[in-house]
């Protein structure tokens, strides 16, 4: 596989082709897509950030990208991103788990409400619909995420939203792990690479 370059992910064709299945939600918004690499790629990167699973995890969750709840609220989200190697190299059919409170800061322990998997693509893109988890006592906004390429050590950890009050209160809060942002609207793009510990 190819190296992705820095200037080759933001004029990534996958964006576009987010911006444009998800017009009928909120098409100003999601055409703001295009956002810079979280970490910018280069040769040897750190790997992400591990960070601790927390206490609502379940397993076995269904496979879809789109977590929204015809009868939920909170501000939509459209998170998209890639799974890198430490050589910047895409990371094929990678397991990408997500997982969340809801907008009133409240996990779904009995069903499977904000919670999803999906697998990369040929290119390790991956894509998620969803909404801005509230926060709730002691934590900020996140969401908690595992990513585990085939035959490879499994990655978890969590994911932060810019300008939140509420980050430097958060013992878990990290500055690597936060999101790129955009969209003053009613929707959110989001974005944020994975680099995993492998060549």
Not at 51 to 75: I, M, N, Q, V, W
Request: glycine share 10%.
């Amino acid at each position: 596989m190819s190296i992705i370059s820095r200037r080759g992910i933001l004029r990534s064709s996958a964006f576009a082709g987010i911006a444009a299945a998800s017009s009928a939600c909120a098409s100003n918004v999601w055409a703001q897509a295009d956002l810079v690499p979280t970490p910018e790629c280069k040769d040897n990167d750190p790997p992400t950030l591990p960070e601790t699973e927390g206490p609502f995890y379940r397993a076995r969750t269904p496979e879809r990208f789109d977590l929204s709840e015809a009868s939920g609220k909170g501000r939509p989200v459209e998170l998209t991103g890639y799974v890198l190697t430490r050589g910047c190299r895409p990371v094929e059919r990678a397991l990408v788990d997500l997982w969340h409170a809801d907008d009133g800061g409240a996990y779904d322990n009995r069903g499977f409400r904000y919670r999803g998997h999906v697998f990369t693509d040929e290119q390790g893109r991956y894509r998620f619909r969803t909404i801005q988890p509230g926060p709730y006592p002691g934590r900020t906004r996140h969401y908690h995420v595992k990513v585990q390429p085939p035959g490879q050590r499994l990655l978890t950890t969590q994911l932060y939203f810019p300008g939140e009050p509420a980050n430097a209160r958060d013992d878990f809060f990290h500055r690597e792990l936060l999101m790129r942002v955009a969209g003053p609207g009613p929707g959110m793009a989001a974005r944020f690479d994975f680099v995993i510990d492998m060549r």
